[in-house]
């Protein structure tokens, strides 16, 4: 008997190798707006809200025209962003099992589809919740309530996948499984393991072979 019904992961770091894409991209609207660049730290801090929420506030009364650029350099230059490997296995796996998916991160939406869409990631998915798409933000657990209610999920038979500890918090705030994933080089320093998810995993080829024994063969 399989343990989860339904499964929710991150994007950015988790699905996809995305930050050198996300940093370039937010590098060229610095230099083209602000006439500087930004350390990877310095970008990396910046994450939580949507990108238009961060744009605005960076560019001020540019934001449209930043905006227009951000997302036209986001997606003329996606091959600097990849699906780590394993992860289409995964996913075919998971969809043979009849398991409902969905995506819960802090993207916005145009930027999720672009990733989504340009990695033939999107048809994997019965839900895509952004951070357009809920009123409150991760940490907050709401873009999983969401995906618990549409499909009359049972909390405990959930499990978040993701790289941040704003998964961890959601995850536990919802009262789903969480399980913390190490694959991406700029996530294991900002991880706070203390935070004590579920399950730790640093392929994704564990990920998939404990999936496996929790879904049956």
Not at 124 to 135: K, L, N, P, R
Not at 181 to 196: A, F, G, I, Q, R
């Amino acid at each position: 008997m399989k343990n989860f019904d339904g499964i929710i992961f991150d994007i950015d770091g988790t699905l996809t190798s995305t930050n050198d894409l996300i940093f370039a991209a937010f590098n060229f609207i610095a230099a083209k707006y602000l006439n500087r660049t930004f350390l990877n730290q310095e970008i990396i801090n910046l994450f939580g809200p949507p990108e238009d929420v961060i744009l605005r506030e960076l560019c001020g009364h540019n934001f449209e025209a930043a905006r227009k650029d951000y997302y036209q350099f986001y997606s003329d230059n996606h091959h600097l962003a990849s699906v780590y490997s394993g992860i289409i296995d995964l996913l075919d796996y998971l969809k043979s099992k009849n398991i409902f998916l969905s995506v819960y991160t802090g993207k916005g939406r145009r930027a999720a589809l672009i990733t989504l869409d340009k990695l033939n990631l999107s048809k994997y998915f019965d839900m895509i919740v952004t951070g357009d798409d809920v009123e409150n933000h991760k940490p907050h657990p709401e873009g999983i309530l969401v995906f618990l209610d549409k499909f009359n999920l049972k909390k405990e038979r959930v499990l978040m996948i993701g790289d941040a500890p704003s998964d961890i918090k959601a995850a536990k705030s919802a009262g789903v499984k969480v399980a913390s994933v190490l694959w991406d080089p700029y996530v294991k320093k900002e991880l706070n393991l203390t935070l004590k998810s579920d399950f730790i995993f640093h392929s994704v080829n564990e990920l998939k072979l404990y999936l496996i024994k929790n879904l049956g063969d």
